[in-house]
């Protein structure tokens, strides 16, 4: 298993809905993020609107690839999108930018 | 068990020393760190010198005074803050800015 991490960039004005909206995920979204293989996700927002995500899977790639074929990733993605900038043509699920880890201790 | 999100800023033109004095981290660092209740703890960096750790502990501003209490941190942090910018007079430990997790996903 594999960690990642990623930033996007929410609108500063439309924070406090995206957080909002985030309290009440569709379960069935829920469902298939875990059914794809995202495992221990969990999305911060900083005080300007940066995003940073930490997701654990055995392969990122293997699990976006996955929940990009399902219809209820294609719902969610359409209607979160206007919560960000820079994101081109591109959907909020295909912007992402992976950062590199650099150090990590298990702990107990 | 809680989760923890935080940024720092790495000097651009010191990132790959950072880097690399990551993957080297001293053994009575890490032993430290676990000993204080530091757990699967992950430090990313962005190609900008965005530096963005992640942490599981059950009270993180516990596990942070219990760090700063040891010997080793102080050495540790001495050593590390010319990395990093914004930090004024604190320590990189003491200038963390932590983020609001906004959502989270067990997974299986």
Redesign the interface.
């Known amino acids: 298993m594999a960690?990642y991490?990623f930033?996007l960039q929410v609108k500063p004005e439309r924070m406090a809905e995206?957080?909002e909206r985030?309290?009440a995920?569709w379960p069935e979204m829920?469902q298939a993020?875990?059914d794809t293989?995202?495992?221990?996700?969990?999305?911060?927002?900083?005080d300007d609107g940066?995003l940073?995500g930490?997701v654990?899977a055995d392969d990122l790639a293997a699990a976006q690839a996955a929940m990009a074929r399902t219809e209820v990733n294609a719902r969610w993605q359409a209607e979160m999108a206007e919560f960000f900038t820079g994101l081109e043509e591109r959907g909020p699920d295909e912007g992402f930018?992976l950062?590199?880890?650099?150090?990590?201790?298990?702990?107990?």
């Open positions: 960690r991490c930033c995206y957080a985030h309290r995920v829920r993020l875990t293989g995202w495992r221990n996700y969990s999305l911060f927002l900083r940066l940073i930490y654990e930018q950062l590199t880890e650099v150090f990590h201790l298990e702990g107990k």
